[in-house]
């Protein structure tokens, strides 16, 4: 599984792009095409959304 800050918006690479980096390519997550995102600030601002962060971040993981 591939763990990504999602600005929102236009920024960054799709998953085909991240996907098809030397680097990622070879991972089981490439093959799998495993990628969560989820709001950076959500995840790392560890403020009052910190519980929500873990709550999405378990359900991305492992489903409701």
Same mark, same amino acid.
């Given at each position: 599984?591939?763990?990504?800050?999602?600005?929102?918006?236009?920024? !960054?690479?799709?998953?085909?792009?991240?996907?098809?980096?030397?680097?990622? @390519? &070879? =991972?089981?997550?490439?093959? $799998?095409?495993?990628?969560?995102?989820?709001? !950076?600030?959500?995840?790392?601002?560890?403020?009052?959304?910190?519980?929500? @962060? &873990? =709550?999405?971040?378990?359900? $991305?993981?492992?489903?409701?």
């Amino acid at each position: 599984m591939i763990l990504m800050m999602d600005r929102m918006g236009d920024h !960054g690479a799709s998953p085909d792009e991240l996907f098809a980096l030397p680097a990622l @390519a &070879v =991972t089981p997550a490439a093959e $799998a095409r495993a990628l969560i995102k989820i709001d !950076g600030l959500k995840l790392l601002g560890f403020g009052p959304r910190t519980g929500e @962060a &873990v =709550t999405e971040l378990s359900t $991305a993981l492992y489903g409701d």
